[in-house]
């Protein structure tokens, strides 16, 4: 059991965190990672577990290993 801020229910909640395998598309090639989400367990909302910066590194962490770096040239357009 985990507790965070519901912003629908203006409270700190407790309730459980599941992982779920999500995919991103990078420049046209699919990578899956394991997002952790939590659901308020009075209105059911789901929350992304982790911050921002932890879920982009944590994607493109997942397309590097799969297809290489990618180069300054390349992130420079659509994600």
Do not use: H, W
Request: with cysteine.
């Amino acid at each position: 059991m985990e507790k965070m801020y519901c912003f629908y229910c203006d409270k700190e909640v407790t309730g459980n965190v599941r992982v779920e395998k999500t995919k991103y598309t990078i420049k046209g090639k699919d990578v899956y990672v394991d997002d952790y989400v939590f659901t308020c367990p009075y209105c059911k909302t789901e929350y992304d577990f982790e911050s921002l910066d932890e879920g982009l590194s944590k994607i493109y962490g997942a397309y590097e290993k799969l297809y290489g770096q990618i180069s300054k040239k390349q992130s420079t357009g659509n994600i």
